[in-house]
């Protein structure tokens, strides 16, 4: 017998009104196909909601940034009615483009159920999220469970709670410097950024490892020594003390700075060799770098004990082994996620495993394209003030003029001028950065982006005169 669900959303009424629903969003979101200017009449209306936010918050939005609701792909609609390329997708979290109607097609059957759903009393969609996530972490992989909860902050309290309670009385973690792992009260201890924390006690839990450095004139496997020598010091130093190695492969807010297998693999060995976890916090990663993981990108599938995941999943979650599922009591919490994105979740998970992650897959090719982009830009006369840049996948990043936060903020807002909106990283020097919509993005659209930057560059140093 089906359930009343199941009725509901079989019956043709409900199939028909969902059908007409996604038949109109398609042909008036169709029409958005490349930036435009805001309009006038919308503009002293605009100009009240930027500024009541700012009121209501205490503090000013970095750009004058509020969606209308509607997009197409790579492009948003402001609430002045503007259009333009997000190429930050609020900080990574909309990988699959504005106006979806694949992932919204998918939530459209848990819209009208709970709006959030919890890890006590959840719908189907729980249960499935869960199952898709564990079936893609790789053959080779000792992830077995998974906990869903709302945020990578939370995500990462939890694998910081697991990894402490299984190496109890241990509780130290080992990071890499440039390090960001949230903003609660235990990682702002370790997210390694001092204004981070302004005024809030730290507790001497975190011990800094220096991150791959790619100017070192030193290879990877000896920066790799030289690491492993200072943690074998911290563990004469401190022994019995540390309880995990907890680190980003590719250091989103640090600056975008990537590490190799060669680097990391030693370090996670002499780790593993003295009783430490293995926690990669794949929050900014996930989905977003050619592979589901980044670790399967580099071939570490199987040395990691706990991983966590948020942002492009539409909800955070923690991988943990079968070693480190933890006892009752330690972890809960009222959410899990809300019904929509679990649904939009899982539908985002089905995308990457059937066409975009994976060495033909399609991140892969706007990596490439992303590549010759910048080697054409570093050819033409803008070449000079292109410093450097990191490509993968879909986290961009690149270096201009003398790297400065001034700069750096220059050159954002010329470009949200000419109708792109990206976002900086590190702490000098200050870096461009870009979590595009990969999952939508067609070659057309990438090189316009690309000849937005040229330009954007060219105004930039027309007004440093340099
Ligand atoms: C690597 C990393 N860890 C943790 C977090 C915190 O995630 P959230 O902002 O969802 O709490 C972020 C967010 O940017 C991140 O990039």
Redesign the pocket.
């Known amino acids: 017998m089906p359930t009343i669900y199941e009725t509901v959303v079989r019956s043709p009424a409900y199939q028909s009104a969902k059908k007409q629903l996604i038949d109109a969003l398609r042909q008036e979101l169709g029409a958005i196909t490349q930036p435009r200017p805001s309009a006038a009449d919308l503009k002293a209306q605009y100009e009240e909601l930027v500024k009541q936010v700012a009121d209501l918050r205490g503090r000013e939005l970095f750009y004058k940034f509020i969606g209308s609701g509607a997009g197409n792909g790579p492009f948003i609609e402001l609430a002045d009615g503007s259009v333009k390329y997000d190429l930050i997708t609020g900080?990574?979290v909309n990988f699959f483009g504005h106006g979806n109607l694949e992932l919204f097609e998918a939530e459209i059957d848990s819209l009208w159920c709970h709006v959030m759903q919890g890890n006590l009393g959840p719908n189907p969609e729980y249960g499935a999220l869960m199952k898709e996530l564990l079936s893609l972490v790789g053959a080779k992989s000792r992830l077995k469970h998974v906990w869903l909860t709302t945020?990578?902050?939370?995500a990462?309290e939890i694998a910081l709670k697991i990894v402490r309670q299984k190496k109890f009385p241990a509780s130290k973690i080992m990071a890499f410097k440039e390090c960001?792992?949230?903003?609660t009260t235990a990682?702002q201890e370790i997210t390694d950024n001092a204004r981070y924390r302004e005024g809030q006690p730290t507790y001497g839990e975190v011990h800094y490892l220096p991150f791959f450095n790619q100017k070192s004139t030193l290879s990877a496997t000896d920066q790799a020594a030289g690491v492993i020598t200072s943690m074998k010091e911290e563990f004469a130093r401190q022994p019995g003390r540390f309880a995990c190695l907890e680190f980003?492969i590719v250091q989103?807010?640090g600056g975008f700075n990537a590490a190799p297998r060669e680097f990391l693999l030693p370090i996670i060995e002499e780790a593993k060799r003295n009783g430490l976890a293995i926690w990669v916090?794949e929050?900014?990663t996930f989905g977003r770098t050619g592979e589901v993981f980044c670790y399967q990108r580099l071939g570490l599938d199987e040395h990691i004990d706990v991983a966590?995941v948020?942002?492009l999943l539409q909800t955070?979650a923690v991988l943990y082994t079968q070693e480190y599922n933890p006892k009752a009591g330690l972890i809960s919490g009222t959410f899990a996620g809300s019904s929509g994105g679990l649904r939009a979740g899982r539908k985002g998970l089905e995308l990457l495993k059937t066409k975009l992650a994976g060495p033909n897959g399609r991140i892969r090719q706007l990596e490439k394209l992303s590549n010759s982009e910048f080697e054409r830009i570093k050819a033409g006369p803008n070449g000079k003030h292109l410093v450097d840049y990191t490509v993968i996948g879909g986290m961009i990043a690149f270096t201009l003029f003398d790297g400065t936060l001034d700069q750096a903020k220059k050159y954002l807002f010329k470009l949200w001028d000419l109708g792109a909106i990206a976002f900086y990283c590190g702490h000098g020097p200050y870096r461009i950065r870009m979590l595009p919509p990969f999952g939508v993005m067609t070659d057309e659209q990438l090189r316009h982006v690309f000849k937005l930057f040229d330009e954007a560059i060219t105004e930039t140093a027309r007004e440093l005169r340099i």
């Open positions: 900080i990574g945020c990578g902050a939370t990462n960001f792992a949230g903003r990682l980003e989103g807010e916090d929050i900014q966590t948020a942002k955070g």
